[in-house]
């Protein structure tokens, strides 16, 4: 059975991550505090703001700012979007 966490981002309880999606406290905070579902939203965004903005991942500031934007997303904060995108009808 999965563990269930009550997710910060979606305000239900769902399915949680099966590990922290990085090291350090903030990867255990997103571990114990975000589900699965959420945190698969916030990839599909930094992959969409990565290709749209044309982030390197090698830049600090590039790293910075994306940082800045998943916080922001999982906080339920606006962030950024690509200009001109559309999310799809669903």
Excluded at 3 to 25: E, N, S, T, W, Y
Excluded at 75 to 85: H, K, L, M, S
Aim: some cysteine; glycine content about 6%.
């Amino acid at each position: 059975m999965s563990r269930m966490v009550f997710c910060a981002k979606l305000k239900v309880k769902l399915p949680g991550l099966a590990a922290p999606p990085f090291p350090g406290p903030r990867g255990q905070e997103i571990f114990e505090s975000i589900s699965e579902q959420a945190w698969q939203e916030w990839q599909r965004l930094q992959t969409m703001l990565i290709n749209e903005k044309h982030l390197n991942m090698m830049d600090k500031e590039s790293r910075k700012y994306l940082n800045e934007q998943r916080d922001k997303f999982l906080n339920d904060e606006a962030v950024d979007q690509a200009e001109g995108y559309t999310p799809p009808e669903g």
